[in-house]
Nanobody, 126 residues
Framework: QVQLVESGGGSVQAGGSLTVSCVAS????????VAWFRQAPGKEREGIAV????????DYVDSVLGRFTISRDDAKNTVHLQMNNLKPEDTAMYFC???????????????????WGQGTQVTVSS
């Protein structure tokens, strides 16, 4: 069992930056894919960034590519999402998620993941 706890959300003006973090209890995140999802009111949850297990390779969706950076601190069993040049359309609840074991499924598919944090709110004003 893995428990994930997000932190670092808040309110910022357009063009600003925020970093949200996801700390995991129990097993190391080094062997797992960890993804960040977000969900805006009235919209579906969307996967936006992932960091793969041992390789620590990262992938992003186009809407955040070049603005967001996902990283992992293995000593602290934590995954960060640094968000720069934030836009009002980035306003959402942000969640981290990880798998029980690697399945090879599409990383943007929320049903691939077994464990979720409670979310942290990010609000960007224009």
């Amino acid at each position: 069992q893995v428990q994930l706890v997000e932190s670092g959300g808040g309110s910022v003006q357009a063009g600003g930056s925020l970093t949200v973090s996801c700390v995991a209890s129990a097993d190391s995140l080094m062997s797992r894919r960890v993804a960040w999802f977000r969900q805006a009111p009235g919209k579906e949850r969307e996967g936006i960034a992932v960091i793969w297990g041992v390789s620590a390779r990262t992938d992003y969706v186009d809407s955040v590519l070049g603005r967001f950076t996902i990283s992992r601190d293995d000593a602290k069993n934590t995954v960060h999402l640094q968000m720069n040049n934030l836009k009002p359309e980035d306003t959402a609840m942000y969640f981290c998620a990880t798998e029980n074991r690697f399945t090879g499924g599409d990383w943007t598919n929320e049903y691939v993941y077994d464990y979720w944090g409670q979310g942290t709110q990010v609000t960007v004003s224009s």
